[in-house]
C-alpha cells in the first residue's frame, strides 16, 4: 500500500472540533467565494456552474461540521 494511502487509512473515523470548525470555515469561505463571482458572472452557464460549485461547497461544511468524513478531517488538519 502506498504511504499516502496508508495514512489516510490511520486517520479517525471523525474530526476532532478544531479540525471540524477549521474545514467548515475554509469550505464556508470557498463557497462564499464561489457565490460572489456567481453574481458577477455574465454568462449564464457560468453562473450556473459557480452556483452549483457553492452549494457543492456547503455539502462539505455540512460533512465537516458533522465530522462525518475522515478526508474532512485531514483537510482540516493541513489548513489549521
Known sequence: M???IRKL???????SGSARIKGA????QRAREC???AEQAADPY???ILQQ????WLSLVR?????ASPFLTEIGHKIG
Request: net charge negative; proline share 14%; charged share 35%.
Open 46 to 48: 457560468n453562473r450556473e
Open 35 to 37: 457565490r460572489e463571482q
Open 9 to 15: 487509512a490511520t486517520l479517525p473515523p471523525t474530526a
Open 53 to 56: 460549485m457553492a452549494a457543492d
Open 2 to 4: 502506498p504511504p499516502e
Open 63 to 67: 460533512e465537516a461540521e458533522a465530522g
Open 25 to 28: 470555515e475554509y469550505y464556508r
